[in-house]
């Protein structure tokens, strides 16, 4: 399988703004931000789309959910407020086939996004 964009980042070929890491989970700021904080939240092994989620790797999703959670924190975020977003294959905006949430802050979001 041909490594995606944030297999380079895990591996640390190509350099990437790193604002969280632990063992299971990394944390970036999205090279091309739609809030004044987005960040990217990957696990550290390549699931590739939502629907390739078992029992075997679900844990992740947790782990990536109580990542953001730490992070929104640390930066005071977590009381004014965020935006989680998932996507899933390419209708539903999935560029990069290696899931990640994308954490939105820092400014009132309105719904639906644009």
Known sequence: MEPTIFDL????EIPADIVYE???ILGF????????VHVLFIPKVRIATHNDL?????????K???AVNRYAKEISEDENG???????NSNGGQ???HI????????QLQWPPG
């Not at 790797?57 to 947790?62: A, E, F, K």
């Not at 990640?100 to 400014?107: I, V």
């Open 9 to 12: 980042i895990l591996s640390k």
């Open 22 to 24: 632990d063992d299971y």
């Open 29 to 36: 700021k999205d090279v091309n931000p739609q809030a004044p």
């Open 54 to 62: 078992v029992e075997d790797n679900i844990d992740y999703i947790s």
């Open 64 to 66: 990536m959910h109580l």
């Open 82 to 88: 965020y935006r989680i977003v998932m996507n899933c």
């Open 95 to 97: 560029t990069v086939f």
């Open 100 to 107: 990640h949430m994308h954490f939105l802050a820092g400014r």
